[in-house]
C-alpha cells in the first residue's frame, strides 16, 4: 500500500534535516542510485505500507513503493520498532525482527549510515519502543519537538501549519456540500455587486 | 557569463524554435502567435512586479510560503551545490536555497523579466544577502548556461509562463550536471470535489482582488487562465521523461492545486 505523495514528501524533509543535523558526509557511493524498498508493518492483518528510499549524495529521496518489487535492489520489511532497531544497528531479543532481502551489503551500508550518525536520536527513540510506550511515546513527541525547534529554521512550524492546513481540506463529504452552496451563494451576490458597480460607473460617467 | 550584480541580459530570443509566424499558443484562454507570447507575458509581469509579493500572499492565503518550502526541502542540496533558480521573480526560493548551499555554493537567480529580477535583488540586498547568489536575465527556453553544471535546478510558479515548455524542460536537463535533479514548482490540476469553488475563486474573486490592491484585473485573469492551460500532473511528468528526466515522481499539495514534479538526470 503506497503513501500518499504529501506524506512520503515530508517524511523525506524530514529524514533529510535528521541527516543533516546529523552532520552526516556525502553518502558513500556504492548506496547512489540504489532502490531500497520499506514495507512498514504498521498494523497486523493490514497490508503493508510501502516506500522506496533511493540515496544520492546529498541524502536519502523517499518515493511511494509503486514501481514493481523486482526493480528494488534490496528490500527490509517489519514493524516501525524492528526497522528503527536495524537501522540503529541493535539486535532485538524478541522476535520482532526486520526481515531484509536482495543485497545485504547495500542493507549494511545503509545502516551504518544512520548508526554513525553523530546524533543521539537513539536515545530518544529507545525509549519510544519500549513496554510503557503511552509515556514515552509523549516524551518523544516532547523531545521531537525540542529537536525540530533546534534543528534550524521555521521549517517543521510550517509543515505543522501544513498539515494542520491539509487535513482541514480533508473535510466530510456534507460540509463540502455546504461550501458548494456557499460559493455559489456568494457567485451569485459577486454577480450583483458587480453589476451595482457597473451602474455606479455608468452614473458617474454620463457622457460615456 | 553569470555576474554578482548588475543584472546581465542574455541574448534575446523570442521564437519557440518549433514555432513558425502562423503558428499560435495559448496566452491564458487567447490564442497569440508564437513569437508574441513571451512579450505579452513579460508586460504581465512588469505590470504585476511592484505588488507581486502582496498579491502572492493574499492569492495563496499565505500558503505559498509552505509550497515553496517543501519545494525547496525536496532539492535535498547542501553546502556547496550549484542550484540554478529559473523564472525566480522576486527571489523566494533563491533565498530558501542560497541559505542551505551556503557558504561554499552558488543559486543563480535567473529571469526573463528585469523588473522582478531587481525586485529581488533589492530584497535579498534588503535582508543582508549578498554571498553566494548571481543574477541573470533569461529566457528559460534558451539558457547561455554550459552543460553539465548545475547539482539541482528549480523553476517556481514559471514553467506555466513559458512559450514551449518541452523545449525549456529540455535545457534545465542540459544544464543538470549528471545526478542532478530537477524540480518544477506549479499550479495543477486539483481534485474533482475542489474544482468549482476553486473556479470561483480564480475567475471572480482573484481579478477582483487584482484590480482592488494592484490595480489590475487582466494580470491577475491571465494568471488564473494560464493556470488551467497547464498541463496536469500526469502529462507534465510525461514532458519531464520525454526531455530525458528519470525517476520522475510528483507530490501533491492543497489536494492537487499545486505540484512539485521532481526528476533526475541520470
Ligand atoms: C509567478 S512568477 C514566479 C516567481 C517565483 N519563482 C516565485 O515562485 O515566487 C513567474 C515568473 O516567470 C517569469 N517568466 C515568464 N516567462 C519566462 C521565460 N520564458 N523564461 C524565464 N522566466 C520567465 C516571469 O518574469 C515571472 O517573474
Known amino acids: 500500500m503506497p503513501l500518499p505523495s504529501t506524506a512520503i514528501g515530508i517524511a523525506e524533509i524530514i529524514l533529510s534535516r535528521y541527516l543533516n543535523a546529523a552532520d552526516i558526509g556525502p553518502i558513500a557511493d556504492p548506496l547512489i542510485g540504489k532502490r531500497i524498498r520499506i514495507e512498514l508493518e504498521t498494523i497486523p492483518g493490514q497490508p503493508a505500507i510501502s516506500i522506496d528510499a533511493m540515496p544520492d549524495r546529498n541524502g536519502i529521496r523517499l518515493l511511494p513503493g509503486e514501481e514493481p518489487l523486482d526493480q528494488a535492489d534490496a528490500t527490509i520489511a517489519g514493524s516501525p520498532q524492528a526497522l528503527l532497531m536495524l537501522l540503529l544497528n541493535r539486535s532485538k531479543t524478541n522476535n520482532d525482527q526486520a526481515r531484509v532481502s536482495g543485497d545485504l551489503q547495500l542493507i549494511r551500508n545503509l545502516t551504518d549510515l544512520f548508526s554513525d550518525a553523530d546524533f543521539d536520536l537513539e536515545a530518544i527513540l529507545a525509549e519510544w519502543t519500549g513496554p510503557r510506550r503511552a509515556r514515552h511515546l509523549a516524551e518523544f513527541v516532547t523531545v521531537t519537538g525540542g529537536w525540530l525547534k533546534q534543528s534550524g529554521d521555521k521549517l517543521s512550524r510550517n509543515l505543522f501549519d501544513y498539515l494542520k492546513y491539509e487535513s482541514d481540506i480533508l473535510v466530510p463529504p456534507q460540509q463540502w456540500q455546504q461550501l458548494a452552496e456557499e460559493c455559489q451563494q456568494l457567485e451569485r451576490r459577486l454577480g450583483g455587486l458587480q453589476r451595482r458597480l457597473e451602474k455606479l460607473e455608468k452614473l458617474e460617467t454620463p457622457n460615456s | 557569463m553569470v555576474q554578482d550584480q548588475p543584472l546581465e541580459s542574455a541574448p534575446e530570443n523570442s521564437s519557440s524554435g518549433t514555432s513558425g509566424q502562423s503558428e499560435t499558443t495559448a496566452f491564458g484562454y487567447e490564442q497569440v502567435p508564437v513569437n508574441e507570447k513571451t512579450g505579452r507575458v513579460r508586460e504581465v509581469f512588469d505590470s504585476v512586479a511592484p505588488s507581486y509579493d502582496l498579491m502572492n500572499d493574499l492569492m495563496s492565503m499565505g500558503l505559498h510560503r509552505i509550497w515553496k518550502r517543501f519545494a525547496t526541502g525536496l532539492c535535498g542540496v547542501r553546502n556547496g551545490d550549484q542550484v540554478l533558480d529559473l523564472a525566480a521573480g522576486t527571489g523566494d526560493l533563491t533565498r530558501l536555497l542560497a541559505r542551505q548551499v551556503a557558504p561554499a555554493g552558488r543559486v543563480v537567480m535567473s529571469d526573463i523579466n528585469g523588473a522582478m529580477l531587481e525586485q529581488g535583488r533589492d530584497q535579498l540586498l534588503d535582508r543582508g544577502i549578498t554571498d553566494g547568489i548571481s543574477l541573470l536575465q533569461t529566457n528559460a527556453e534558451f539558457l547561455p548556461l554550459a552543460d553539465n553544471s548545475f547539482d539541482c535546478v528549480i523553476i517556481g510558479f514559471g514553467?506555466?509562463?513559458?512559450?514551449?515548455?518541452?523545449?525549456?524542460?529540455?535545457?534545465?536537463?542540459?544544464?543538470?550536471?549528471?545526478?542532478?535533479?530537477?524540480?518544477?514548482?506549479?499550479?495543477?490540476?486539483?481534485?474533482?470535489?475542489?474544482?468549482?469553488?476553486?473556479?470561483?475563486?480564480?475567475?471572480?474573486?482573484?481579478?477582483?482582488?487584482?484590480?482592488?490592491?494592484?490595480?489590475?484585473?487582466?494580470?491577475?485573469?491571465?494568471?488564473?487562465?494560464?493556470i488551467r492551460m497547464h498541463p496536469d500532473q500526469q502529462t507534465l511528468k510525461a514532458m519531464m521523461e520525454e526531455a530525458g528526466l528519470s525517476r520522475c515522481h510528483y507530490f501533491n499539495l492543497a489536494a492537487g492545486i499545486v505540484a512539485v514534479h521532481r526528476g533526475y538526470k541520470i
Not at chain 2, 514551449?164 to 549528471?178: F, G, N, Q, Y
Open chain 2, 159 to 226: 514553467l506555466r509562463n513559458v512559450t514551449d515548455k518541452l523545449a525549456a524542460i529540455k535545457e534545465m536537463h542540459r544544464v543538470l550536471k549528471p545526478g542532478g535533479k530537477l524540480l518544477i514548482l506549479e499550479f495543477s490540476k486539483p481534485l474533482a470535489a475542489l474544482q468549482k469553488p476553486y473556479d470561483l475563486y480564480s475567475f471572480k474573486i482573484l481579478p477582483r482582488l487584482g484590480k482592488l490592491f494592484a490595480g489590475d484585473a487582466d494580470s491577475y485573469r491571465y494568471l488564473a487562465e494560464s
